[in-house]
Nanobody
Framework: QVQLVESGGGLVQPGGSLRLSCAAS????????MGWYRQAPGKQRELVAT???????NYADAVKGRFTISRNNAKNTVYLQMNSLKPEDTAVYYC???????????????WGQGTQVTVSS
């Protein structure tokens, strides 16, 4: 099994910054793409950013230029640096990882428990 543990959420004023972290642990053969998704009240979960094991990144249009995703492959950890935060960024942020538990086993998606980010004055 793979466990994803997020940290770094909280309350911040508009224009402020936060850094989210997510560490994968457990029986892991390999982690491929990692990413962040978010879900605001009454809305569907949406992609924020993803990063491959080769450090290729993809961002939602709403966060381009403000958020930066990065990862440490040796630690199976992914980060999300969020700058110039807006009230509309308020949501529960979920870490996601695509991984394989062993050679020949299928890739599976794993999710963290979520961390609340609230942007408000």
């Amino acid at each position: 099994q793979v466990q994803l543990v997020e940290s770094g959420g909280g309350l911040v004023q508009p224009g402020g910054s936060l850094r989210l972290s997510c560490a994968a642990s457990g029986i892991i053969f390999r982690i491929y793409t990692m990413g962040w998704y978010r879900q605001a009240p009454g809305k569907q979960r949406e992609l924020v950013a993803t990063i491959t094991s080769a450090d290729n990144t993809n961002y939602a249009d709403a966060v381009k230029g403000r958020f930066t995703i990065s990862r440490n492959n040796a630690k199976n950890t992914v980060y999300l640096q969020m700058n110039s935060l807006k009230p509309e960024d308020t949501a529960v942020y979920y870490c996601n990882a695509e991984g394989r538990l062993g050679v020949g086993l299928p890739r599976r998606q794993y999710w963290g428990q979520g961390t609340q980010v609230t942007v408000s004055s």
